[in-house]
């Protein structure tokens, strides 16, 4: 699992940026902005394919280089959060599924997030949007490295207003059957106990609002902006202002805000003379939550959605822009992951990942300048294997070119619709057998290849051996040895709330 970028592109990409002149002596320190939407699909907005107009997405993906084959490492909320935060798959930092206001567990405080290691630099930090990481107080942001934080805890469906509790009559009854009510987080305090459908119609304009006042204040000092948005997560909410006008339902007004946000951002960066200095990488927690129909997006070319380990659940709409340093109009068809975030960073701004002074801390993502940077013949740095895990199962591994389904069994609509208007349709189980799949051919996963590669299966099993070694497997009872624990609350921790 070592990374093995060819040092030749290494190289070349440092010699780009040593040889860039660069305004206010800011090349070796970037402003990094990392937005991060939920349950965004593969063909969700217009760069990769959507019919719904985003213009400012468009103008990121001119300036910029689209990513073609960006993964998460599990297509579910707190699982990708986890692994975007520390450069980690998430099953090495303990973390599986979607924390709920219930969970006593979180992030653990031996793990180093991209906020600290901004803050090794003097970065001012801000997280505003949904955290999902835990949201008592040693799990919060503020514990994390972040100097600022607005929103919501966790996920916005996770509300006794959920339309599956509609038929209950009253807030008291829902709530024993659901969820306590939704708070938003101010730091570490709740600034609103019980967030209504009116104020989720306003979440992504005060999660936007927050992060133009953050650049405003910073912007003559190196920061990191995190916004995480809680759209397009189901239950869908839309400002007024982009109400009704995107001609393709409630769920492409949504994709419409979405991109007017990212337009604010990159407005606040122009006013202040410094997208030159900024690093601007837009993405997304996993693929659509199919099952919602008309509320869903959509993950194009690819099979299923969220919650499975088939490409529509796991492959991001990715954009990363840093003018000139990043080719303008050109797309990296390359294998890389939000776990290549933290140690790209951490090359770009010249901090220290805890595994430089911990060699038992493994961080799993990869240096990827030179993809980011068109360097000449930069290939994927993960070029044994990659990992696919689905709670604590190990489902498939992958190579650029090839991944191997392991047995296991996986949700679908097996080709009914979904929902409509806000209430989604039931899944059904089904299994897949161990299946070969040409990714550069057939990236749709339709037709099972092994029995004619069969020295690639037999090198993606090993692969998956050493995974199981080291992360474990509950598929086959197998404990990994480098798994590092998440953290737990203690008798003696602050509880900011949520029952037992």
């Known amino acids: ?5 060819l040092a030749a592109s290494l190289a070349l990409a440092a010699g780009s940026l040593a040889g860039q002149d660069a305004s206010k002596d800011r090349a070796g320190t970037p402003n990094i902005v990392l937005i991060f939407i939920d349950d965004l699909g593969y063909a969700d907005i217009a760069p990769f394919g959507s019919k719904v107009a985003t213009p400012n997405l468009d103008r990121l993906a001119r300036e910029g280089r689209r990513f073609t084959d960006f993964l998460v490492p599990s297509a579910v909320c707190s699982a990708s959060r986890a692994a975007l935060l520390t450069g980690c798959y998430n099953r090495r930092v303990g973390i599986s599924g979607a924390l709920g206001p219930r969970a006593e567990h979180g992030i653990a405080a031996g793990e180093t997030t991209l906020a600290e290691l901004c803050k090794q630099k003097g970065y001012a930090t801000a997280c505003y949007g949904k955290w999902h990481l835990g949201h008592n107080p040693k799990f919060l942001p503020l514990q994390h490295g972040f100097d600022d934080y607005f929103g919501l805890p966790y996920s916005n469906d996770m ?48 999660y936007t609002e927050h992060a133009v006042a953050f650049i405003d204040e910073h912007a003559d000092e190196p920061f990191l902006l995190y916004v995480p948005h809680s759209m397009v997560h189901v239950p869908l909410f839309v400002s007024d202002k982009f109400a009704g006008k995107s001609g393709a339902g409630l769920f492409g007004d949504v994709v419409m805000e979405v991109d007017w946000s990212v337009g604010e951002i990159l407005g606040a960066l122009d006013r202040h003379e410094i997208a030159d200095d900024t690093l601007v990488i837009f993405t997304a927690d996993n693929g659509p939550w199919l099952s919602y129909g008309n509320h869903a997006g959509s993950a194009g070319p690819f099979r299923e959605g969220k919650g499975t380990m088939f490409e529509g659940g796991i492959r991001e709409p990715t954009i990363m822009r840093w003018p000139g340093r990043i080719p303008a109009g050109t797309t990296c068809g390359e294998l890389c992951s939000t776990i290549d975030v933290v140690p790209t960073v951490a090359r ?43 709670g604590g199962q190990l489902q498939a591994v992958r190579d650029r070119r090839f991944k191997l389904h392991l047995p296991h069994h996986y949700r679908t609509l097996a ?81 900011l709330f949520g029952a037992k």
């Open 1 to 5: 699992m070592r990374c093995t970028a």
């Open 159 to 206: 509300w006794p207003l959920h339309p599956a509790y509609a038929h209950l009559p009253t807030a008291a009854e829902r709530r024993k059957q659901g969820y306590p009510d939704l708070p938003l987080i101010a730091g570490d305090a709740i600034a609103k106990a019980e967030v209504t459908g009116d104020d989720q119609k306003m979440l992504t304009t005060w």
């Open 348 to 390: 770009l701004i010249g901090a220290k990942l805890p595994n430089a002074t911990d060699p038992a801390h493994t961080i799993d993502g990869c240096d990827i300048t030179p993809l980011m940077f068109g360097a000449e013949d930069a290939r994927s740095p993960h070029a044994a294997f990659w990992c696919y895990y689905a």
């Open 415 to 495: 080709g009914r619709p979904g929902g409509m208007d806000g209430t989604p349709a039931n899944y059904e189980q089904a299994e897949i057998g161990q299946s070969l799949f040409d990714l550069e051919n057939d990236p749709g996963e339709t037709t099972d290849v092994q029995q004619d590669h069969p020295d690639v299966v037999a090198r993606l099993l090993a692969a998956a051996e050493a995974a199981r070694a080291d992360l474990g497997d509950t598929l086959t009872k197998r404990v990994g040895k480098g798994v590092r624990p998440a953290d737990r609350l203690g008798p003696d921790d602050a509880r």
